[in-house]
């Protein structure tokens, strides 16, 4: 099963590494977040305009770090940059797409979507307090359902992941315990478990141990049939991960005070909305170097932003509303110049 995983993840990225022989093809990397729906539109884009997109699916602190070198065209990152950081790199960054994260299990008897937990208990299974399936806190959540005596494998990023930011931010605003020993970031120290690159790694993982729990973006886990969780959200309700889900979590969030469009929608109010909801953001460098390359960048974003909400959609990702798509074109007008500082867009 790990080779079939592998293989389906390499044909993926077979069909996603565009040939860079035209010279309007762009390059990106980073976070492996929006991987899937970036690949289904750079398949489309390509097809509609002969431009190719070869994205790396390294991670979002590598994205970072690969955009502030200049070895990209953009850079991605599911943990938006500050606002200071962004200047001190001469970098603009801009809302892409949203999407869900969900916990995933490999566990005995357990269907998918049976298992409920909580934002503390997934805190102390991650910090190695709960270490059986049957462990108390787990079975009191979960009334009827056979829970096996089993150890308990964490899985987790081992790489910088704009996912892990997500998911350990839920974990610090849910959990005291969490925030006080381990808090929030693209890396952390983490208490126990094993490594995976990538959502890919982590899923693989998941799938290939037994008792082993990880967190995916939602396309992930569905793409490799992994056995998903509950979760209890913010105003007390165990909701199952879907895109209606991640629009409720999204509804409230105030685009126009935050600066460089950095939201963090985790653990948002509302009764229907999933507690580790995420935006996906581009980074790009204020003054481009080369102008068609920059414009290509924000040619393929405008064609997504018009034409790929039903490939969102097929994926369970959530576009972004015309609203900020609005806000985005207009932060391109400003902020995109070529080298004599004129505007690209």
Known sequence: MFKKILAAAATT????????????????????????????????????????????????GAG???????????GASDMPLKAEDLDEAGLMQFPAIMGGVVAVVNVEGVQPGQLKLTGPVLADIYMG????????????????????????????RADSSGTSFLFTDYLAKTSPDWKNSIGAGTTVKWAVGVGGKGNEGVAANVQRIKGAIGYVEW???????????????????????????????????EWTKAPGFGVVLTDAAGKQSWPITGVSYILMHKTQADAAKGLEVVKFFDWAFKNGAPAAAELDYVPMPASVVKLVQANWKANLKDASGKAIY
């Not at 770090?65 to 070895?71: D, G, H, L, N, V």
């Not at 049939?225 to 309700?237: C, P």
């Open 64 to 74: 970072i770090k690969q955009i502030k070198a200049k070895t990209v065209d953009f």
């Open 13 to 60: 990225a077979a069909v996603f590494a565009m040939s860079t022989s035209h010279a309007a093809d762009m390059t990106g990397a980073g976070a492996t977040f929006p991987y899937p729906i970036y690949a289904k539109w750079a398949e489309s884009y390509k097809a509609a305009t002969g431009n190719g997109l070869n994205y790396q699916s390294v991670g979002s």
């Open 219 to 253: 396309a992930y886990a569905k793409k490799n049939k992994l056995s998903h969780t509950q979760l209890k959200n913010k105003d007390g309700a165990f909701l199952q991960p879907d895109d209606e889900a991640f629009k409720a979590a999204a509804a409230g969030a």
């Open 129 to 156: 307090k709960i270490t059986k399936w049957n462990a108390q806190p787990i079975a009191a959540l979960n009334p009827g359902v056979k829970l096996p005596d089993a150890d308990i494998t964490v899985v987790h």
